[in-house]
């Protein structure tokens, strides 16, 4: 292959019976051992010398001298190392491409081992540790809230009314039945007692009274031995086997009492409401506001209750012949 000579007359070329001349004169890739001796018997009898030719390809002295020793562990990577071997082989008038041939055929490509990153530990990267305590935190957090959440749930369930309990205590009417302890009944309150009655100024019953004699105007009231009616709920005996009822016209606190004192009833008679007492030795009733409380004696209607505070036997009594 006609290669430049160099310093050989123009036109030399590698026939065959000069390829030992070649091989001794470094004129061929191919007569050399090695590509490394190639370079250096061609740059020796061209009388060059490796700062010489590092000027020329721009490529360090050392780089040079490892690819002639073939010291390829000296070089850069291996697209590099190509390089050089491309420029360097151009720099001594041989052929690039077949120098990388040839450098690929001597020094094939493996595959590199990658070494661990220096100062890397993954046991103890800190940034790991931290993502799993952060995780366990988490997770001890989200348990402990549900477990505190079921405790106060269950305490207060069991300090609690229940439900069906309370339903009971709302929805229940009726009387307690035996003895409860109660106190002094309050004063009735301003609006439940009964107005002054109106006097119409210059209205006069007689000739020449003075207007404050004039008759007060009263509203008319339901007549004696009017049969009861029963406007609202009946605490006590039922109206049938009642011997004395008491109903209110108007909300009215009535409390009946034994002889020693203890309470058998106590409420709050709404409008229409009434008690009936089955039983009279003994018993008494107060109320707030007699006016508003009228007696029924064998359902017929008496009159209004007497007084606050009157014995039931003697409001039966009233009716008898």
């Given at each position: 292959?006609?290669v430049d000579a160099?310093l050989?007359?123009?036109g030399?070329?590698l026939?065959p019976?000069?390829?030992?001349?070649?091989a001794?004169?470094g004129?061929?890739?191919?007569g050399a051992e090695?590509?490394g001796?190639?370079f250096?018997?061609?740059?020796?009898?061209?009388g060059?010398d490796?700062?010489h030719l590092?000027?020329?390809t721009?490529?360090?002295p050392?780089y040079?001298?490892?690819?002639?020793a073939?010291?390829?562990?000296e070089?850069?990577s291996?697209?590099?190392?190509?390089?050089y071997v491309r420029?360097?082989?151009s720099?001594l008038?041989l052929d690039p491409e077949?120098?990388?041939q040839r450098?690929?055929l001597?020094a094939p490509e493996?595959?590199p081992?990658r070494?661990?990153?220096?100062g890397?530990?993954?046991e103890r990267?800190?940034?790991f540790?931290?993502?799993?305590?952060?995780?366990?935190?988490?997770?001890?957090a989200?348990?402990?809230?549900?477990i505190?959440r079921?405790?106060?749930?269950?305490?207060a369930?069991a300090h609690?009314t229940?439900?069906?309990?309370?339903?009971?205590?709302?929805?229940s009417?009726?009387?307690?039945t035996?003895p409860?302890?109660?106190g002094?009944p309050?004063?009735?309150?301003?609006?439940s007692t009964t107005?002054?009655?109106?006097?119409?100024?210059g209205?006069n019953?007689?000739?020449?009274?003075?207007a404050?004699?004039?008759?007060?105007?009263?509203?008319p009231?339901?007549?004696?031995g009017?049969?009861f009616?029963a406007k609202?709920?009946?605490?006590?005996a039922?109206a049938?086997?009642?011997?004395v009822?008491?109903?209110a016209?108007k909300p009215t606190s009535?409390v009946v009492?034994?002889?020693d004192?203890a309470?058998y009833?106590?409420h709050?008679l709404?409008?229409?409401e009434a008690y009936g007492a089955?039983?009279?030795?003994?018993?008494?009733?107060?109320?707030s506001n007699?006016?508003t409380?009228?007696?029924?004696?064998?359902r017929?209607?008496k009159?209004?209750l007497?007084?606050?505070?009157?014995?039931l036997s003697?409001?039966?009594?009233?009716?008898?012949?």
């Amino acid at each position: 292959m006609p290669v430049d000579a160099g310093l050989m007359t123009p036109g030399f070329d590698l026939s065959p019976g000069r390829a030992a001349d070649a091989a001794r004169a470094g004129d061929s890739l191919e007569g050399a051992e090695s590509l490394g001796a190639a370079f250096r018997i061609r740059r020796e009898a061209r009388g060059q010398d490796v700062e010489h030719l590092s000027l020329a390809t721009r490529i360090r002295p050392q780089y040079l001298a490892a690819i002639e020793a073939m010291r390829l562990d000296e070089l850069p990577s291996r697209p590099f190392a190509i390089g050089y071997v491309r420029a360097y082989a151009s720099a001594l008038g041989l052929d690039p491409e077949e120098a990388a041939q040839r450098y690929k055929l001597e020094a094939p490509e493996r595959d590199p081992v990658r070494a661990a990153p220096v100062g890397v530990d993954p046991e103890r990267d800190p940034s790991f540790r931290m993502v799993i305590i952060l995780g366990v935190l988490v997770i001890a957090a989200i348990v402990a809230w549900n477990i505190a959440r079921h405790v106060m749930n269950r305490g207060a369930s069991a300090h609690g009314t229940p439900p069906a309990a309370q339903a009971r205590m709302v929805n229940s009417s009726k009387p307690p039945t035996g003895p409860v302890s109660l106190g002094a009944p309050l004063p009735p309150p301003t609006e439940s007692t009964t107005p002054e009655p109106y006097v119409t100024p210059g209205l006069n019953t007689t000739p020449g009274a003075p207007a404050s004699a004039a008759a007060p105007i009263t509203t008319p009231a339901a007549a004696v031995g009017t049969p009861f009616d029963a406007k609202g709920p009946i605490y006590g005996a039922p109206a049938a086997s009642a011997l004395v009822i008491l109903q209110a016209s108007k909300p009215t606190s009535v409390v009946v009492r034994g002889a020693d004192g203890a309470v058998y009833f106590a409420h709050q008679l709404e409008t229409g409401e009434a008690y009936g007492a089955s039983t009279l030795q003994g018993l008494s009733v107060e109320v707030s506001n007699p006016a508003t409380i009228s007696v029924f004696v064998g359902r017929a209607l008496k009159g209004p209750l007497p007084a606050a505070t009157a014995s039931l036997s003697s409001l039966a009594g009233v009716a008898k012949p």
